[in-house]
Every structure is written in C-alpha cells, then in structure tokens.
C-alpha cells in the first residue's frame, strides 16, 4: 500500500493508555498495527485523573471511525472497563505491569467486568499489547478481505520462519 494512501486512511482502531509512563509497552501494539499498514489513533486518558475526558474519547470514538479500542493501563486498571461502559465497540484491554504487584493487579481489574459490559483482556505487559493489536486486527478482517489476506500471508511466512519468534 503506498505510504500517501495510508495517510490518508481514518484511523479504525484506538490505543488508549492510562499515563504517558504506559506508552513504551503500548508502542508494541501500535508497532504490530504498522506493520500491517492499519493506522490507530493514539491517546493518553485516565478514568481515574481525567474522568469526563475519558467518557468523551470513549462515546465519540465510534462516530470518528474507530472500530475497535485497545486500552492499557496498570495498578487499579479501570480504564479499560469505563471505556466499555461508554461505547459498544469492542474493547481489548491490557494489564500493565506498572505498580509494584507486578501486574496481577491490573488483571484482575480488567478481566473481571461484570456481565453485559465485556472486555477482551490480553496478557500483562508486551505480549498483551502485541497480541491486542493482533486481535484488533483479526477482527476488523472479518470485514477486510485485503487485510484478512495480509494476516494470511504474516502467518504463512510465520510458519515459513519455523515459527522461531513471535510477533
Ligand atoms: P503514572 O506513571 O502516571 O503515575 O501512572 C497507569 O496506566 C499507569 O500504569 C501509574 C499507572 O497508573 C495507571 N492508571 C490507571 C488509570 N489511570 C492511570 N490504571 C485508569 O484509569 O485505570
């Protein structure tokens, strides 16, 4: 795809993350993405810090073109479960392993949303924001056939590589 007409793409999925100090573990998602040529919007919003800026992103982020939201956060790790109160797009969220739990923390408070307001939970750290991106962009090919096809074609030169390194 020429890099003109990717610019000119209206970003599909958002990565939110609950502080800038997230921002190098979410630069792993955004990096898989790239490489897929699928261009994220990417923002910092905090549903503890800044509450109304968070509910805003989340209820106009359908209505900008995005079709998924990945959020990563650490600690008591809301954002991802208010971010899925406030849209009904699929929402993908990522234990960072900020706090001094190591992790544990922001999994448990992201996976375990109450019935009727789901989010997808990743593994902690890197390899959930690699794989968020990963599943972002698996389930925007369920209506995609050239992306479908690009996944098709990474897997196959995966599996061409003797799978020695994920991605
Ligand atoms: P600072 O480094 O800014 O003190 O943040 C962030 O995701 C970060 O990992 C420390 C950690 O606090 C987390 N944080 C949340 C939320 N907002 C910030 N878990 C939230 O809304 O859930």
Redesign the pocket.
């Known amino acids: 795809m020429a890099v003109r007409e990717r610019r000119r793409q209206v970003a599909r999925i958002g990565v939110v993350?609950?502080?800038?100090?997230?921002r190098p573990t979410m630069e792993e998602a955004a990096r898989v993405l790239a490489e897929f040529g699928v261009p994220c919007e990417m923002v910092v919003?905090?549903?503890?810090?800044?509450?109304e800026a968070?509910a805003r992103w989340a209820r106009e982020a359908r209505g900008r073109g995005l079709r998924v939201i990945i959020?990563?956060?650490?600690?008591?790790?809301?954002?991802?479960?208010?971010i899925a109160a406030h849209t009904r797009l699929p929402v993908l969220g990522v234990p960072?392993a900020?706090?001094p739990l190591g992790g544990f923390d922001?999994l448990l408070?992201t996976v375990q949303m109450p019935p009727g307001v789901p989010v997808g939970t990743l593994g902690v750290g890197a390899w959930g924001a690699k794989n968020a991106a990963h599943l972002a962009l698996r389930i925007l090919a369920v209506e995609d056939a050239a992306l479908a096809r690009r996944l098709e074609q990474h897997a196959a030169d995966r599996a061409g590589r003797g799978a020695r390194r994920g991605g």
């Not at 993350?17 to 997230?22: H, L, Q, R, T, V």
């Open positions: 993350m609950g502080s800038e100090s997230d919003r905090s549903a503890h810090r800044t509450p968070t959020a990563g956060a650490g600690g008591a790790a809301h954002l991802a479960g208010t960072l900020s706090s922001a408070a």
